[in-house]
């Protein structure tokens, strides 16, 4: 897009000082052309200072966008790594809660 605006005014330009150069003894037409020739330069700018915020402003989106990605990603990571731990948790109390009943029926065998 830049290069398409950048081309038409290029060509823009060529024309007006083309007409300029023809137009040696009118200075009102003159004056006229130099006017169009500035207001199409100014314009140029213009459009590319928009097309640089734009495009700053999408970077910054995309930045924003994967950083927020990037902590829902280590929150997941985070949750998962604990319900592991739990997990591994309640298994070393349920083992040992096996352990003890074992142990409880070993007892009340002896015991008979």
Known sequence: ???LKDTQNQERNIILELLLENMQGMEAMSSYLQKCI??????????????????????????????????EMKEKQERLLNVEEALRKDEIKYMERFKRQREEMLARKLAD
């Open 1 to 3: 897009m830049k290069m």
């Open 38 to 71: 500035t207001e199409n330069d100014s314009e140029l700018e213009k459009f590319k200072k928009m097309q640089d915020k734009e495009r700053t402003l999408r970077i910054k989106d995309l930045k924003d966008e994967h950083n927020r990605k990037m902590k």
